[in-house]
């Protein structure tokens, strides 16, 4: 993204390019006075004394020819270059001045241009500076001429209010000057700030799974992201307009174009593609040439498996929460167990009564802790499990529990030492759910496994704590 000192160059650059038109100003000015006593002699300009008025022009013309090369390269620095112009700028338009007959020539106007464009370059104390300068010498070379002799009449009032005007000049300069400066670096900015906008804005597009397509009223396309791409299945890399992108998707947009609905229900999109598509319309821009259209196209196939997974995540969430609340009684009835089981005057029966409440409260007890585990996405407790010696102790605890026979289900496991790296617990859940649903005498199971280890490395798990 741009910062702000990416356009600092640029706004740094404005003051060379301000010095080298003003450079541009005096060459022209001085060529300009040079071919004026050239061609009709010194009539106008040089009439008090044409040598002098020559000799400082060509000076002066010099000086601007080095003065653009200094600028060019930009050395010495810019404030050395300023103050340097003005002073010499003040120097010559006063002795090209007395050369053509004094104030009254005409020529001290030229100071007001030249205090105005050291105040353009300069900061504000400097300016007045260069214009109480400019003043003085101004004043100077009327008394020069009046101590000795050197025009036919002097005006010290039109000197002082040409000097009070170069004053005004530098103050009100400087106060432009100043002003344009902030509103530039503003507008800088500004721009930087846009451009970030629009990067910003260009990367989360692309960045986002929906398609996402701006058009303008005739369904030039604007903007494209990638999603939007792969799901029209665009392989022109700048495909200009809507019809080229996709037909069927064009003839939707001019179907709501006369209408504009925003809040418009998705219509289907139909596509040669496998899965199906959506289309969405909703107009941007509040003027009538900056109006748009973003064109959200979506895949009907994720945002099914959306909503499932939102459905799911609702379940499980619900499932929990009856998990939780069954909890609370299953405890007080396991505890009431406990004690009744502590009775001494218990016979047999009841006391086989009992334990089989505390051996299922147990049970239940870990189903609800395997349901809560599974809501808070904890890692299982993955362990080895020999899987003969563990069936043959889940088919005793199941005969036990529902009063089976110990051989009711045939156990057989080939090669007999397979292991396999689970959750007991889990597959407690699983087998337990396999026998209630199946009617006795018709479990028949083939099961095959790959070996998980050796078997002298592999030690028979205990048994399920759900049922121990």
């Excluded at 799974?209 to 903007?223: C, F, K, N, P």
Aim: with cysteine.
């Amino acid at each position: 993204m741009l910062s702000p000192s990416g356009d600092t160059a640029n706004l740094n650059a404005s003051p060379w390019k301000t010095l080298r038109l003003l450079n541009v100003y005096r060459l022209a000015l001085a060529v300009l006075f040079m071919a004026v006593i050239v061609i009709s002699g010194p009539n106008v300009l040089g009439q008090h004394n044409a040598f002098l008025f020559i000799a400082i022009n060509a000076l002066y013309i010099l000086f601007l020819l080095s003065s653009g090369v200094s600028g060019r390269y930009r050395w010495p620095a810019l404030k050395l270059q300023v103050y340097a112009q003005a002073l010499i700028d003040i120097v010559a338009i006063t002795l090209l001045m007395h050369a053509s007959g004094g104030i009254g020539s005409g020529l001290g106007v030229l100071m007001i241009a030249a205090v105005a464009a050291a105040s353009v370059l300069a900061p504000g104390r400097a300016a007045l500076v260069v214009a109480a300068l400019a003043s003085l010498s101004l004043l100077g070379a009327e008394v020069h001429a009046d101590l000795f002799g050197g025009y036919r009449a002097t005006s010290y009032t039109q000197t002082g209010l040409l000097g009070a005007s170069l004053f005004a000049t530098a103050w009100l300069t400087v106060a432009l000057s100043r002003r344009a400066h902030t509103s530039e670096a503003l507008a800088v900015r500004r721009g930087i700030d846009l451009a970030n906008l629009a990067e910003l804005n260009g990367l989360i597009v692309n960045r986002m799974q929906s398609g996402i397509i701006v058009v303008d009223d005739t369904a030039e396309i604007r903007l494209m992201n990638s999603a939007a791409r792969a799901l029209l299945n665009c392989a022109d890399e700048n495909p200009r307009g809507l019809k080229e992108l996709s037909y069927p998707l064009y003839r939707l947009f001019l179907e709501w174009l006369p209408g504009r609905e925003t809040n418009a229900p998705p219509q289907k999109l139909e596509h040669d593609r496998a899965t199906t598509l959506q289309a969405r319309f909703a107009r941007v821009g509040a003027r009538r040439e900056d109006r748009g259209v973003v064109i959200n196209v979506d895949d009907t196939a994720e945002i099914n498996r959306q909503i499932q997974e939102t459905k799911l995540a609702s379940l499980s969430r619900l499932t929990a929460s009856i998990a939780h609340e069954i909890r609370n009684p299953l405890g007080a009835i396991s505890h009431a167990a406990q004690l009744l089981g502590e009775s001494p005057g218990m016979d047999r029966a009841d006391r086989r009564m009992v334990d089989m409440i505390r051996e299922q409260s147990k049970r239940m007890n870990a189903v609800i802790h395997d349901v809560l585990r599974l809501y808070r996405k904890d890692q299982p407790n993955a362990e080895v499990i020999v899987l003969q010696t563990w069936l043959e102790a889940f088919n005793a605890q199941f005969s036990r529990d529902h009063g089976l026979a110990p051989k009711w289900a045939a156990i057989s496991i080939t090669p007999p030492d397979t292991a396999i790296k689970m959750d007991a617990n889990h597959i407690c859940i699983r087998c337990s759910g396999i026998c209630t649903k199946t009617p006795s005498n018709t479990v028949a199971t083939n099961t095959s496994a790959r070996r998980w280890r050796s078997p002298a490395a592999v030690r028979p798990a205990a048994p399920p704590r759900t049922w121990t």
